[in-house]
């Protein structure tokens, strides 16, 4: 079975600073690999998506997320947070030709002061 | 098409009380899962259905959770008797699988319950 972990479980930024999520996974196959954001109070919704090709990935928002299959990582990025960027963020795998149901990561709340 | 639709959005109710959380999810999906979210734990899978079967209720804490979905386009959670440890925010989300595995869920709004 696929885990996933994301170190940061909290992340406090200012306006303008470049923000970067780590997401590691753990499984030998071919993954399919996700960000949710959950905004203040509201349901999760899907910020990108991989499934083959580029690595690199272009998200709504400004957000990119690269997946580098050596380290079996998916971190998210984003160049320049804005206050509306205060969310949680969730990463998400599952496996090709497993089980199709996704394993989410416990989260990591950003807060972006003004 | 509207989403995964909820209700209700919030629940107050006393110890010991039945709770039912309904769901319905976007048609043609054909996955269903129930997820509880709390600050402690996170987001945690309950159960999920496929063609309105369960398939793995591993995640469901206790026998006083169930769940039913009697068609393609509703499922309830029920809770009977609730505890203060149930206060929660639940979700439904619900998927179409695709080639490759594809499985993106779209989440509905939650239900806020609280159990005093």
């Known amino acids: 079975a696929q885990s996933v972990s994301q170190h940061n479980h909290h992340v406090i930024l200012s306006e303008a600073a470049s923000l970067e999520l780590g997401c590691n996974y753990s499984?030998?196959?071919?993954?399919?690999l996700f960000w949710y954001v959950q905004y203040p109070g509201q349901h999760l919704q899907l910020l990108l998506k991989?499934?083959?090709?580029?690595?690199l990935v272009k998200g709504i928002k400004g957000f990119e997320a690269e997946f580098i299959k050596s380290k079996f990582s998916f971190n998210l990025r984003k160049p320049s947070v804005q206050w509306s960027d205060t969310a949680e963020y969730f990463c998400?795998?599952?496996?090709?030709?497993?089980?199709?149901?996704?394993?989410f990561g416990r989260g990591t709340s950003l807060i972006v002061h003004p | 098409d509207a989403g995964v639709i909820q209700s209700p959005r919030h629940e107050v109710t006393e110890m010991g009380q039945e709770v039912t959380l309904r769901c319905k999810p976007i048609?043609?999906?054909?996955?269903l899962f129930w997820y509880r979210q709390t600050m402690m734990r996170g987001l945690e899978l309950l159960i999920y259905?496929?063609?309105?079967?369960?398939?793995?209720d591993s995640g469901m804490p206790e026998d006083r959770f169930s769940a039913k979905m009697p068609n393609a386009s509703f499922s309830t959670l029920k809770i009977q008797p609730s505890e203060p440890r149930d206060s929660a925010v639940y979700f439904c989300?619900?998927?179409?699988?695709?080639?490759?595995?594809?499985?993106?869920?779209?989440f509905g709004p939650g239900t806020r319950l609280t159990v005093l």
């Open positions: 259905f496929n063609n309105n079967v369960p398939i793995d």
């Open positions: 048609s043609g999906h054909d996955y």
């Open positions: 991989y499934f083959s090709g580029d690595p």
């Open positions: 989300a619900s998927s179409l699988i695709r080639g490759a595995g594809y499985n993106e869920q779209f």
């Open positions: 998400a795998v599952n496996a090709r030709g497993g089980s199709y149901i996704p394993t």
């Open positions: 499984y030998g196959g071919t993954v399919n």
